[in-house]
Structures are given as structure tokens and as C-alpha cells.
């Protein structure tokens, strides 16, 4: 942890603390280690850190949905290090906090492999705990906003428990989350572990997969394309949809602050479908086909984050509206696409 020589001698240490810390060649540095810190938020959140000096930072990802193109800049760099592995197999690091993200979230993808997704839910968040516990490591899990289900609630608030399907096909990832947020509880209350648990709803920005699956990374590459815009039925669902550089700015302010949350992370403006597939094509391509689909089993109908907590807690609130926010994207997915925009 960083600390200078008169509040070192005063601090009182986490439990468990890693030899490494007390040590006389101990360097003020925080080490920090990202898990699926090579995927969208992920990789978002490794520039943020890496920007300070003092941090050190170590990204592990098994590149299912994560990719090294996302960190290139940071690769050789003496501050970072990337690491090939798989969270459901255990890992030894000494590190000072753990930003634990890995899992696939796109339903198309973590729908693909059901088994794996809850796997990595269940085992890889049980191997992210046992290692803070093992080196008195500060650990933040990204829970979701689909821990509420189809809520009956609307706006959801921390302390709705939701209402999920346990047998869906949603399942895996809805209660792979609900499960970890139990063990990391759990590992609080009963080792001591200091816990940080941020609800993230959707979230979009730069390096989200073209292919991904989820609405707005489809809408805008649909309308680059010129390909339909595909609202699945009934298209008057909502969602609140959060810039990512918001997100990642939330996901700190909670690591650094002193409450375990769990804490709604979102930006409160809601959409239809409808009306997001509207804005895609003013913003993006006035003349592109809006055209009707068919929808998945158990697709929440509303979804908008209470963020007092975050608010007063953390002095955080979003900034970045999402008619500023989609062309950031469409930029981004213009350059990956190799497709210009006509004048
Ligand atoms: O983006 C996110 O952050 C979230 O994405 C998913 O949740 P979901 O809200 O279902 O995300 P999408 O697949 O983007 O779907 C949002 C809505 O758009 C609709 N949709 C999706 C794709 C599409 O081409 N057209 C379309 O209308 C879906 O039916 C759904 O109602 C994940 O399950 C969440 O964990 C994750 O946090």
C-alpha cells in the first residue's frame, strides 16, 4: 500500500498481510491485480490504473471474450504484467487489491457455455477470495445488475433481492452472481476479507466486441453497415445504459473508499429499445431499416439503478449522457471496421 515514512509506522495492517509489505525493500508501490482485465470494462480499467505511478498492475485473462489488442499499449511496460490463466484453476500473486472481472457477460456468450460460465462464477470467484485471504488483499467483485432478474421493483434499489429464474438459461450468470456475491460475504464475515461489491448495469464504449451480442455494440455496427437495427420484441424493454470511462471512474471511487457495498454502478437515464434504436439511426445513419425480432427467454423488461447510495457514499454520479457517448463508440467501431463516414 502506497505510505510515506510517518504514517507507515502508525498504520495499522490489514490481516494477513503479505510478507512483501513489512519488508525493508518493501517500494511504495500498490499492486494491483486485474482479473478479465483484457476485456471491455477490463481493459478500460487497466489504463485508468496505469496512469498512476505508483500502481503496478497484473492482468490475468484466459481470452475467451478478452483480447490482447485491448492492452497493447501496456504490453513491455515495467509497471505491468499479463498473464494467460483461467480463474477456475487457482493462482498465487502477491498483491496489494483485486479487481475481479472475469466472465464472459454477454448472454450470447455466457449462454454459450453454461457450465463454464458458472464455473467461473462459483470456483473462480472461491480462487480470487482464497488469494486475498492468502495475502490480505483487498478484493472488488463486478456483480451485476441481472442479480434483480425481472425485477418487480422499478427503480432498483440495493436492497431489492430480485426476482431470478433459477432454471433458465439466464441462470448461469444471474445466479453465478448471486453465489458470488454470497462467498464474498461470506469470506468478510467469517476470515475478515475486505470486500468491495459494485452492481454494474449495462455499460457501453469503445473496445466492446464487434460481434458481442448485446444491444448497443449490434445497434451501431448494424448501422455502419447499413444492416437493419434488430429490436427484439417486445421493444419496449429498458435498459439505462452507462459510459464506460463513468463506470470505470465508479469501480475505483468503490475500491478506494471504505464501504463493502454492494453498491448500484449505472447511469439512471432509461431507454426503450425502441427509442435506442431511434437514436442509433438519427446519430448514426438516418436511413437505415428498424426491423421487429424475436427475443430470447427470460429478457428483463426493466432495468434503472438507484445510485443515491453511490452517490452519497462515494460522491460519484455518471457523466457522459448517452447521445455523447454514442459517437464515441461509433468512432471507434468506424476505425475497427475500416468503414469512413459519408460526408
Ligand atoms: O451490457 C451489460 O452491461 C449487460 O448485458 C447483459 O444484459 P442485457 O441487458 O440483457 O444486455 P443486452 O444483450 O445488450 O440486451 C439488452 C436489451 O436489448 C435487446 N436487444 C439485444 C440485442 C439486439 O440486437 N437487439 C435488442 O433489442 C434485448 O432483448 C434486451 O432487452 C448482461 O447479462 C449483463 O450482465 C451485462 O451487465
Not at 170 to 182: F, L, P, Q
Not at 244 to 261: A, H, K, P, Q, Y
Not at 292 to 298: F, I, L, R, S, Y
Request: aromatic content about 8%; overall charge neutral.
Amino acid at each position: 500500500m502506497a505510505t510515506n515514512g510517518n504514517s507507515y509506522a502508525t498504520t495499522k495492517p490489514p490481516p494477513n498481510p503479505s510478507p512483501l509489505r513489512n519488508a525493508k525493500f518493501y517500494q511504495a508501490n500498490m499492486r494491483i491485480l486485474v482479473t478479465g482485465g483484457a476485456g471491455f470494462i477490463g481493459s478500460h480499467l487497466v489504463d485508468r490504473l496505469m496512469q498512476n505511478e505508483k500502481n503496478e498492475v497484473i492482468v490475468v485473462d484466459n481470452y475467451f471474450t478478452g483480447s490482447k489488442d485491448n492492452l497493447r499499449q501496456w504490453i513491455g511496460h515495467p509497471r505491468f504484467e499479463l498473464i494467460r490463466h483461467d480463474v477456475t484453476q487457482p493462482l498465487l500473486v502477491e498483491v496489494d487489491q483485486i479487481y475481479h472481472l472475469a466472465c464472459p457477460a454477454s448472454p450470447i456468450f455466457y449462454k454459450y457455455n453454461a457450465v463454464k460460465t458458472i464455473k467461473t462464477n462459483v470456483m473462480g470467484t472461491l480462487n480470487m477470495l482464497g488469494l486475498a485471504k492468502r495475502v490480505g488483499a483487498r478484493i472488488l467483485l463486478t456483480s451485476t445488475s441481472e442479480v434483480y432478474g425481472d425485477p418487480l421493483v422499478h427503480p432498483q434499489d440495493e436492497s431489492y433481492w430480485g426476482n431470478v429464474n433459477p432454471i433458465g438459461v439466464r441462470s448461469c450468470y444471474d445466479e453465478g452472481k448471486r453465489v458470488a456475491e454470497t462467498l464474498m460475504f461470506d469470506y468478510h464475515r467469517q476470515h475478515g476479507i475486505e470486500i468491495r461489491i459494485a452492481r454494474i448495469f449495462n455499460t457501453y464504449g469503445p473496445r466492446m466486441n464487434i460481434d458481442d451480442g448485446r444491444v448497443v455494440s449490434n445497434f451501431i455496427a448494424q448501422a455502419i453497415r447499413n444492416e437493419p437495427l434488430t429490436v427484439q420484441s417486445p421493444g419496449t424493454q429498458t435498459r439505462s445504459f452507462c459510459y464506460v470511462s463513468d463506470m470505470v471512474d465508479g469501480l475505483i471511487r468503490l475500491m478506494e473508499g471504505s464501504n463493502t457495498g454492494p453498491i448500484n454502478i449505472g447511469n439512471p437515464g432509461e431507454f426503450t429499445m425502441i427509442e435506442l434504436a431511434e437514436t442509433v439511426k438519427e446519430l448514426i445513419n438516418p436511413s437505415v431499416e428498424i426491423r421487429h425480432v424475436d427475443n430470447t427467454p427470460d429478457d428483463p423488461r426493466q432495468r434503472k439503478p438507484v445510485i443515491t447510495k453511490a452517490n452519497e457514499l462515494l460522491g460519484w454520479e455518471p457523466k457522459i449522457k448517452l447521445r455523447d457517448g454514442l459517437p464515441l463508440m461509433e468512432e471507434d467501431f468506424r476505425q475497427r471496421l475500416g468503414i469512413t463516414k459519408k460526408t
